[in-house]
């Protein structure tokens, strides 16, 4: 019996033994992690983000030029592209190539005054040289009548044809529009214009900017122009110029009296330019004759 009291005893002694000290977990606080208590990372992993959300310094650096790149691509791909800060395209400042090729091309034109005063058509052409177009081009000029009665009308036409097996570009200046005027010779000398043949000159009258217009007929492609001739003198209506401004159709003339009978080569002064040509003009001032009788 006193045996099993020992035994007792005993097992409750270590039952009842000082507590096991317990293991202290260490607590970080949040974002100030030791970087060098975390396990080490795998090839290609991204970097963590910076604790607290502070950018280091070359981060900054990093961002600004990223953005100052991006921004400067987005604005020369604007202005490369002709496109607005918000992608949307501007209109183009003038006529593109295809719209040339369908208003100002073609094989057949009744109307060449309509093509030659559309803006679509116009061209810079100060610095081009003329050409030979000789073998390519020829021009006309019929007149509805070859009699006109002293101070009657004669309606003129002029035709271009392309010859050729191209396409043949014909320039005109406009002044401001373009100017096909009739002048009637007897021999070499000009009659009907008195007392000069070009206009006064205005004081203070401003020199409009050359202007050119361009076409292409193609293969076999004819185009024409009507104008008219009065079989009178003229003169120079200075007292219809007002504030020196001089109308599209040119200098302003008056009928004085009926040219006398006789024949007369009537010559078309055409705004043909930048083409070769003799010193009879025979492109850019083609001739007709015509004879004034009763």
Do not use: H
Not at 226 to 254: C, H, L, M
């Amino acid at each position: 019996m006193r045996r099993a009291l020992l035994s007792l005893t005993f097992l409750a002694a270590v039952a009842c033994g000082p507590p096991t000290e317990r293991t202290k977990i260490e607590m970080e606080p949040i974002g100030t992690i030791d970087p060098s208590k975390l396990p080490p990372k795998e090839k290609g992993d991204t970097p963590d983000p910076p604790p607290s959300g502070k950018v280091p310094l070359s981060a900054k650096e990093s961002t600004s030029t990223s953005t100052s790149t991006s921004t400067s691509t987005s604005t020369s791909t604007s202005t490369s592209g002709g496109s607005s800060s918000s992608g949307t395209p501007l209109e183009p400042s003038g006529p593109t190539a295809q719209q040339r090729t369908e208003e100002c091309s073609g094989g057949r034109f009744d109307n060449l005054y309509l093509l030659l005063t559309n803006k679509t058509c116009e061209v810079d052409a100060r610095s081009e040289s003329p050409q030979n177009v000789k073998d390519a081009l020829e021009v006309k000029v019929t007149s509805s009548t070859p009699q006109i009665v002293p101070g009657g009308r004669v309606d003129l036409m002029i035709t271009y044809r392309n010859k050729s097996a191209k396409p043949l570009n014909l320039t005109f200046v406009l002044d401001p529009s373009p100017r096909f005027d009739a002048e009637a010779y007897r021999g070499a000398q000009l009659v009907g214009i008195s007392p000069a043949r070009s206009p006064p000159p205005k004081k203070g009258t401003p020199t409009p900017p050359k202007t050119w217009s361009r076409i292409t007929l193609t293969p076999g492609g004819i185009a024409k122009m009507k104008t008219g001739w009065t079989a009178s003198n003229f003169r120079w209506a200075t007292e219809q110029i007002k504030n020196g401004v001089i109308p599209d159709s040119g200098y302003p003339r008056v009928a004085t009296s009926p040219i006398a009978k006789g024949r007369y080569t009537l010559k078309v002064i055409t705004p043909l330019t930048l083409v070769t040509e003799s010193a009879d003009r025979e492109l850019t001032a083609p001739k007709i004759p015509v004879e004034v009788a009763d």
